[in-house]
Structure formats: C-alpha cells, structure tokens
C-alpha cells in the first residue's frame, strides 16, 4: 500500500528527529529514547520494505470517505477546537451551551423546528449547569473560567 | 467478633450504597478516575470513624475500577485507564445491540475478580508480599518488556504496525521530566509540556475522538446506538450462568490482576491489557478477538478489579501502594492514625479484618447497583440519536481531560492525539499499542536505566540485566509471548496440511 | 420560517449569556476571605505534602471560615503545579504548596517553567531532614563501615526519591566532601524506593526521617542530615559530628501568586501561623517524623536567599558530564 510507504519515511524523520533531540540530554536520560527511536527506525525499515515484497492483498474495502463525510469531520473537529478557545474566553458554561447547539444543528439532517432546538437547548443549559455546580460547587473541582462562568 | 458487627450496621451499609454510586459515576466518566474518586473521598470521610473511612474509601476504590467498564462498552471510551482493553471487544458487543448483555458480562467479571483479590489479601497476604519485594529494577524492565510483547497478540491487523505504535506510544512518553535523571525532554519549548502528556488525555484523545468522528459519518443514519433486545431477568441468568462456566477464564485473569496489583509502580491500566492478551493466547479462536466476545471482557474486567485487592497486599503489608489509587488510602490510612506496613497486621488486626470485610461486602453491593445504573445508562445513550449524543461526548472529554490537571492543554493535547488517532486508525495503526506503549514506557525506561546504575558496580553494567533468575523467568515469558503468533501459525498449519487455501480476499 | 427560528435562536441566546454574565459578578466581596480558598498540591496524592495538607486542613477551615478545597497539579516533579502559579490570578483564592529545595534546583537544572524568585513564599511549616540508612541484613552497621564499603565498592548504589531532589542532592554533598564514588539511583516517590532497599535491591537509601520512622524495625540509621541530634532520633548521630558538613531538609511551605496584595498575604501568614501552633497538628505530625518550621514570609525569604547559592554551588561542582 502506497500509504504505508508514505507512513513509514514519516516515522523514519520522527526517530530521527527523537535522536537528534537527546543530543541536549544527559547520557542516562537519552539512552532510552535513542533506543526506541533505534527500534522505531528498524519497524519503519521494515514497514517501507513490505511494501515492495509481493503481498497478499490484505485489501479491507472499507466504506470510502465521501468529501462531504470529510467536511463534516474537519468542520466538527475545528468547532471543538473552538470551543475550547472560547473557553477560556467566555467561561465554561456559556461556550459549553453555545457549542453543545451548534454542533447538534450541524449534525442534524433534517433541520430541526424551532419548537426542538429550544428544548435542546434548555436542556443543555440544564445539564451544564448541573455539571458545572457539581464540579465547581460540590467537587470543589475547578473548570476553566473565562470573563463569564 | 466486633468488627463484622459493625459492618452490618444499617447506616454503614446505607453510605456505603451511596459511595458505591458515586464511585460507578466517577469511574464511568471518561477522564475521572478511581484515584480521584478516592481522594474525593478522604476529607468527607476524615471525621468518621477509622473504620467507616476505610471502608467507604475501598468501596470507592472497587466501584470506580467496576465504572470504568460502562464507557468503555457505551463509548468505546476507557472510564479509567483499567478498563482499555474493556473497549475491545465490550464496544463492538454494543454496538451489535448487545449492550446489556456486556454490560452484564462485565459486572460478574467485575465482581469475581474483586472478590478473588479481596480473600487472596484476607489469606495470603504476606507471603505474597514476600514475593512482591523480590521485584527489583531489572524485573520491573523485564514486566515492561513483556507487557510491550503483548502487542503481538493485540495486534488483529500488521504486527509490524502494532509495534511501530508501541514504539511511538513509547517514545511520546518520553516527552517531558526523565523518570530517572530529571532532566527534560523533547518538549519543543513548550513550558507546559514540561509534566509531559499526560495518560488520560491519551486515552480519551485515542480511543473516543476516533469514534465520535466515525458518528460524525453516521450521522445520517438513523442508527441508536444500542438496542436492548432480551427481557431483563432472563438475560441476567443467562449471561451469568454463560460466565461462570468460563472458569479457567476467570481464574487466569484474576492471578494476573492479583499479581500485577502487587506490584507497585504497575497497577491496573497495565492488568487489563496483559490479561486480555493472555486470554487470546490461551483461546482457541484468538482471531475472535476483537469482535465483540465475552472472553475479551471477561479477562479485562476480572484482572482489573482483582487489582484492587493485589494492590492492597503491599499497602498493608509493607506501608508501600501497588496502584495510584492505593496510595491515596494510604495517605487516608495515615490520617486516621493507622501505620501501613510491618507493623500493620500484628498490631492493628482488628482494623484490618474489618476493613477487608467490609470491601469484601462493598464487591458483592456493586453488582445490583452497578447494573441498575448501567441499565439506565444503556437505555438513556440509546435512546439519544448522534446528533446530541456526539457533541455530548465532545463535552465529557473536555470535562475529563481538564479535570486531570487543570490544564487547559492537556484538553488541547486530547483533540489534537484525538485527530492524530483517527488518522493513524485510518491508516492501520490502532489505538491499544499506542496507549499500551504510553504506560508502559516510563516503566521500561525506569526499570532500565535504574538498573543499569545499580549494575554499575559489576564488570559491564548490562549484565544487571541477566544476573537474577526472576529476571530470567520475566525473559523467557515474554520470549514466548513474541513469537507465539508465529508458533501457533506453524502449528496451524502442520494441523490443516491438507486445506491449501488461495490468498484470502476479504 | 428556516431564517425566523435562527433570529429567535439567536435573540435566546444573547439572553443566555448575558443572564449568565450576571450571574459571575457575584464573585468576591471586599472581605477576604469569603468564597472557597483552593490549596493546590504539586504532588500525588498520598505524599509527604498531601498527609500535611491534610492535616492543616480542618484546622485552616476553621481559622478562615470558608472550605479549603485540595487539588492537584502534578508532574514535572511539582514544576507544573509551579509554573502555573505564576499565571494565577493573585486574588489570594489559591494557594499553593511549595517545597525546597524543589524550588530552587529546578528552575537552576533547566527551563522548568517558573523563576524561583516567582514564588512568593508565605510560610515554611515543616521540613524532612535526610537520613542515611542501610536494611537491618546489611553488613554495614555504622557509618564508618558505609565509608569502608563504599571504598571498596566503587558506584555502590543508594536509592532516593526524585532527581533533583533533596535526597539526591544530599548524596551528592556526600559524595563530594567523602571523594566517594556513590551512584545514587533515582526512584519516583518514596514507594518504590522503600521496596528497593526492603527487597535489596539497592546498597543504602538516602531518605527522609518520615520514611524512616515507618521502618525503623527494618531498617539502620547511619547517620542524619541536621544540625544537631534529633529529638525523636537520640541514637542517630548526625553527619556533622562525624566530620562532614552535610545539613540536608526538604521543606514544605505554601506560597501564592505573584503580585498579590500585602493584606491577603498577611492573612494566610496569620492563618498558617496558627495551624502550626495546633497541638493536634504538631502531634500528628511529629509522631510521623515531620519537623515543623516556622518560617513566616519574610523569614522564608531570606532561607530562600540563604539555601540558593549552596544549592548553586553544589549543582555546579557536582556536574555530569
């Protein structure tokens, strides 16, 4: 598989980059990574040189990712992100609500009536402020806090 | 005898459900663990009683570890770090529609080994604490070697990949404070990665992220993520009488939760995973493996709650914890006034026995409240379609990440090793020997390099290594566990000659 | 209908967060303290700085009347928990626990985060001398045969807790003005350095008098890193009397902040004084081989400034190639 090929000359630059990196470490502290990233740099050897051997076709057809599939991903994937940016911005509570909404119309299919994306969003200003009064008031557990709770 | 009497009080055992309840809430929660539910518990313990303190303080401890299999079944996301292998085959079992019955599978599993760890402390627990000390830098190393070979058998796909990711998870727990030396390591400048990445995050990052994004893919499908099929009461026996005849199963992974538990600076994130593969060693159909089997859970849960009680034995015998969690009750034990160790169980019986009795009550208490609650959960996660369920997820893992360290990087850290883990599975690089590599690494490295300066004093300081003969048993072990997939092909195939199969196409 | 649901949505949600903005201006009153204070640790649960903070807990709740929540910022040896103290807010609403030399060796050993100038140490309430002990099978029963030993087997190996730590730091004095060849081995946490020697897996252990207590049937005292004899140890003789210059305490304190105002910080000390002067406190905490100090702000200060060119001195002289 091509992508193998790929995969292991990365993992071929991130031993080496390990190696290089011990340079500033004394001995007893870079003996252990030198020798993993020793041993990562032998499995990627081997990794990149299967790759050429005639193998059988270990081909899993799994279901491939349609654009659209991918879009989503990275779109859900960049909100969380956000949401913890605003985190630290906002306070917990507001982004945890704000964001817990977003990203539930995001994923849904049919867009939902307004009479639904109410009841969600009461009840996830229920269920935060549950586990933020749980968490910072009973658990005495901080969460992060921005200019708002 | 006074102190079963007081066991039986009704107030005890009414706080003791309470803990119970709590500690399953704690354990199930992705990123709060059973250490945290132990040190949550101390200072509301701290003015009663010796006894009720201990007692509720092991309750927790119990329950936790037990909690930690829900999400693992329901989420495909470890509650604690005992409960990785959990996912393995519990997740895959539930989302077949077989979630109660994982979950059932787990809470006997649970149970079992919780007890069998809490009489092996009751009976034996000096003598086993003997051999708990014969454990010294090389065959800490030697444990670690084998806990890395079991990558072998965990890995379903390309052996060579699982050991590529062992050796990453390896080396990404190299990031940070050297365990020996002190000084830092790769951290790119970044101040914070001074305490390096931390596990939790790991593992939430590696195991629930992947599966959250897969929903993300579901999305349009209708899919409720579980159905409960059977009638409750007839599934109860069934899956009860369908685990305990797995015996060997069951005895196999409580000595490994038990042995393991013993060791300190090994606990129960390391149990679940050797048990697990030491049950795919022993089975007849290892490819199975996986798929969603009860003997995956089996070995998991039942090593993971024998740990409990192994990880007591050096506690009380030597005033030394066996797991993390451990060493919180040991900090609870000194506060109550009640000295761990030596002098422990000659002079203080009384407090002891009471408190193995009572966990020994808290294992059996679990089982009804356990189910229940992971009854009603099954029944909530099912009922919620993805499009609440996943960004709901996304809000556990913020909570559990940052709950660790109150850092907001380690939630950074759990996104970006989340996108990271997806993308590695993608390309065939699964979750389990990553994380595998991550808690086993500090333990090689420490092993090692400790060794190698006590070796010093011998003509080459290697040779530490090879020197004692529990070493050269670890050896062996783990020789064997590396090439089994490899004898057991050869062995195969001697026995089916006559089938000479085409390449196989899945 | 699609664009009348996002306006009524969006009109929600402004209400939202500014009902919730409202709800945060309730913070803190002009009296300190008035909300719950939280003392962080820098260390796991179930050590030396987790069983003191316990103690001074219940004591502190009362002093102060709010609830004195424990937390943990662990790794790095404590540097983590460190280094974020010094972008915590200086409102006197968290507290952190401190430790020397920790405080000192790290920030000199690398970039651990924080400057040990940073640390605004309030109180130093106790402190572990180091000990030199040995298993009670060892064939070396005084110091002078750990002398002997030690001459005779170059690189013999002591275990100890943390690296840099107090304890390796004092082998490495040790070691220095002996000119031994000792090989001090690392362990995380008093736990398995404890195994280490109880199973022989190492020559000696340099630990602290907490430790020791615990084992004193299983174990020899040798010698002890203090000024003078201990009151709970007569029959140790110190390393001062024998000849060698070695005075070695880890201490415990609690600090906040940089930049927080002189009454919050006037308070704590007041508070910290008192908990230290609990006879309930100082028994359980004696009886555990704890010393206690009393260091308040400024006199923790100058054992800062007093401690930081030993220990400069000392990493110095003492450094691996």
Known sequence: MKSNRIVSVIFLLISGWFWAESIHVPYKDALFPRLMALLLIVLSLILFTETFLKQRQLVEQKPALTRRNLIYMILFISLAFAWLYMMNIFGFVTSSIVFLLIMTLILSTKAMKFRETLFTLILYAVIVIGFWFAFSRLLLIPLPHGFLI | MVGLQEIFVLKLFLMMCGVTLVGLLMGAAPGLTATMAVALLIPITFPLSTTYALVLTGTIYMSAIYGGSFSAILLNTPGTPSSIATCFDGYPMAKRGEGQRAILIASFSSVYGGLFGVIFLLLLAVPLSVIALKFGPPEYFWLAVLGITVIAALSTGNIVKGFIGGAIGILISTIGIAPVGGSMRFTMGIPNLNAGVALIPALIGFFCIPAVLDMVVQREEEIHLLKTSKVQARLFLETFKEVMKKQVDLLRASFIGLFIGMLPGAGGSVANLVAYEEAERASKHPEKFGTG??????????????????????????????????????????????QPGPQ????????????????????????????????GMTKLVSRLSIKVLAPFIIFLTIIGSYSIRNNILDVYIMLTLGVLGYVLKKLGFEPGPITLGLILGPIAETGLIQSLLIGGTLPHSWMILFKYPLSWVLIILSITSLFWPLFRKIFSNKASNSQQSPDPEV | ME?????????????????????????????????PITYVLCFDPGGESDITARFQQPVLTKLLSVPIAISYITGGGGGTGWSQLTTTTPDGYTIFGTNLPHIIVQPLTGNAGYKTEQIDNIYMFESTPCILVVGQNSPIRTFDDFLKYAKAHPGMSVGGSGEPSSNSLALARLAQLSNLKLTYVSFTGSGTAITALLG?????????????????????????????????????????????????????????PPGTPENIRKVLEQAFEKVNQDPEVIK??????????????????????????????????????
């Open chain 3, 284 to 321: 359980e905490m004696e009886n555990l081989g704890f010393i206690m100090e009393n260091y308040n702000e400024a006199q923790s200060k100058a054992l800062v400034d007093q401690l930081t060119p030993y220990y400069t001195q000392l990493l110095e002289t003492t450094k691996k190639p």
């Open chain 2, 344 to 375: 422990l169980f000659t002079g203080n019986s009384q407090a002891v026995f009471t408190f193995i009795v009572g966990l020994f009550v808290a294992t059996l208490l679990m089982l009804p409240i356990g189910i229940a609650l992971a009854g």
């Open chain 3, 200 to 256: 022989g897996h190492v020559d000696a252990l340099m630990t602290y008098t907490s430790t020791f207590i615990q084992y004193k049937d299983k174990w020899l005292p040798l010698a002890v890193a203090t000024e003078g004899r201990l009151g709970i140890l007569p029959d140790v003789p110190t390393f001062k009397e024998l000849g060698y210059d070695l005075v070695e305490k880890a201490y415990r304190g609690v600090a906040v």
């Open chain 3, 3 to 35: 664009r009348f649901n996002k306006r009524i949505l969006s009109l929600i949600l402004v209400l939202v967060v500014l009902s919730l903005s409202l709800t945060s201006c309730t913070k803190k009153e002009a009296v300190y303290p008035s909300t």
């Open chain 2, 293 to 338: 089997i009860p003997e995956g859970i089996i070995a998991s849960e039942t090593a993971n709650n024998a740990v409990v009680g192994g990880s007591l034995i050096p506690l009380l015998t030597l005033g030394v914890p066996g797991s993390p969690p451990a060493a919180v009750m040991y900090g609870a034990l000194l506060m109550h006034g009640v």
